[in-house]
């Protein structure tokens, strides 16, 4: 390592940072701006063209807004919690690859920041870290409904954090990888999201509820507990758990995009080799954040015994049969010597008397138990 | 081995600019965010009125059972991933061995279930 690799490496950082503060600028305004229209409504307008720069507008007003530390709340904790809501998303990213990479002043460059070989676990660990700040935020604050906004939260997430990390085994058991680029290499022929598809459907309800965007934002339902667990937050505390929320969903659409969607792959012509894998990743990445945005225009906030419930007795049993079925679709074309596609129509014939099954008995129970206390 | 180091000094550079941007960012607001506490201003926020108690309520233990639920689950994530990492060169054995204990976990699942652990009420 000279001086010419150090300097590269923090231009990528620094580059990496930008970027991800950037597309969380646009996804602010382009989430206004979808939602607007869903509603018939013309959305953020002055800011800028369009009002692409509403959210930079926002930000620097929080900038110049007072931070308020209520004599109740624990001072080092209470202000120690956004960032550990911030962090966790920047963290996660930097193993994401989104590009194959380029050849600058004759050295490598990869589209990577840290190709870690435990990819997956990594991922995992930083979203776990993501609950404290949220757990922390609602016990520093010293107030009632920052504490009950934590609480419910603490619980979602912990309980969807099981079925995410179960959709992510199935995947680790198709592509026989941990690391990130070689889950990428492995999907050449066939996206991940082909063979897997319930468990992409898994990934992106829990990572929909990971984030605490609607229909999960139960954390911050307005009408019952003002902001939930940032209530009490103001000026750049505030700022920081926003951009830490969104940081992390495009984090989770970029997870998602690489394990299951092939990460940078897609159709290029030979004219600039290095830009066409990036502009794809950029394009899949924009296509499910453009579906979080739909779910959260179009369905209601769902009620949070219904919540707990579907998480512990829809995703995660289903989870681990998933996990199951995948490893049959894996050891069984060796042993009966077909191959894996008529494995698959197999599976999926079981899949579908599984889902039959569950779902049988649930519907009976619920209806018993309508009525919340 | 020096490759496996040295992508932990990535990370750890990032960790380190993440820390910068928090720097920055609280001493930007120390700098151009006016600082005027009150009394007032500083009580607990309850809608405008005073607020009621200490702040740290009690809460319900049903929240503490899925804390208990959540780590018997993840630790059984834990003994999930190295297995998932080898078991296409163990063959058909692996997966029925892990067959059985997932379905031990899932028996205790659907304990916790039939005693109502998982219902709201």
Not at chain 1, 159 to 179: N, T
Request: aromatic share 14%.
């Amino acid at each position: 390592m000279d001086w010419l690799d150090w300097l590269l490496l923090v231009a990528r950082i620094v580059l990496v940072f930008f970027g991800l503060l950037i597309s969380v600028l646009l996804y602010i305004w382009f989430e206004r701006k979808v939602i607007a229209d869903l509603q018939t409504r013309k959305g953020p307008m002055r800011a800028g063209p369009r009002g692409i720069l509403v959210t930079l507008a926002d930000g620097i007003k929080l900038f110049f807004k007072e931070g308020i530390v209520p004599t109740n709340a624990d001072r080092r904790v209470y202000l120690l919690a956004p960032v550990l809501a911030m962090f966790p998303g920047f963290l996660a990213f930097s193993t994401i690859p989104f590009g194959t990479g380029t050849t600058l002043f004759g050295r490598k460059i990869p589209f990577q920041l840290v190709d870690l070989d435990i990819g997956i676990l990594w991922v995992l660990a930083m979203t776990s870290i993501a609950v404290y700040g949220v757990v922390l935020a609602g016990w520093a604050s010293g107030s009632n409904y920052p504490l009950l906004g934590a609480v419910r939260s603490t619980a979602q997430m912990i309980s969807y954090e099981v079925a995410m990390g179960l959709s992510l085994v199935a995947v680790l058991m198709y592509s026989g990888h941990l690391s990130f680029s070689e889950i990428v290499a492995a999907q050449d022929r066939v996206w991940n999201v082909v063979p897997m598809f319930p468990a992409f459907v898994v990934y992106l309800i829990c990572g929909i509820a990971e984030t605490n965007r609607p229909p999960f934002d139960l954390a911050e339902a307005e009408t019952e507990l003002v902001a939930g667990f940032h209530t009490e937050y103001s000026g750049i505390t505030f700022a920081m758990f926003f951009l830490g929320e969104y940081v992390s969903t495009v984090t989770v659409a970029a997870i998602g995009v690489t394990l299951f969607l092939g990460g940078w792959r897609g159709p290029a012509p030979d004219f600039l080799p290095a830009l066409w894998p990036f502009l794809w990743f950029l394009l899949k990445v924009t296509l499910v954040i453009y579906l979080f945005v739909l779910i959260r225009g179009t369905l209601p906030r769902v009620r949070y015994d219904r919540l707990m419930a579907f998480g512990w007795k829809v995703l995660i049993p289903f989870g681990l049969v998933w996990v199951l079925i995948t490893g049959a679709i894996v050891v069984l074309p060796a042993e009966l010597e077909l191959d894996r596609g008529t494995v698959l129509t197999w599976a999926a014939i079981a899949l579908g008397a599984t889902l039959l099954l569950s779902f049988l008995p649930i519907g009976r129970s619920q209806r018993r138990e309508e009525v919340p206390r | 081995m020096p490759d496996y180091y040295s992508s932990y000094g990535v990370v750890l550079a990032v960790v380190a600019a993440g820390a910068i941007l928090v720097a920055v960012a609280f001493t930007a607001a120390k700098l151009i965010a006016p600082h005027r506490p009150l009394p007032a201003k500083l009580t607990t926020y309850e809608c405008g009125i005073d607020p009621v108690g200490e702040g740290w309520s009690q809460s319900q233990i049903r929240y503490y059972v899925f804390g208990f639920l959540f780590v018997i689950f993840d630790v059984e994530a834990v003994f999930l991933f190295p297995w998932a990492r080898v078991f296409e060169s163990l063959g058909w054995a692996a997966v029925v061995e892990m067959g059985i204990f997932i379905a031990i976990l899932a028996t205790g699942l659907l304990y916790a279930w039939r005693k109502g652990v998982v219902r709201w009420a």
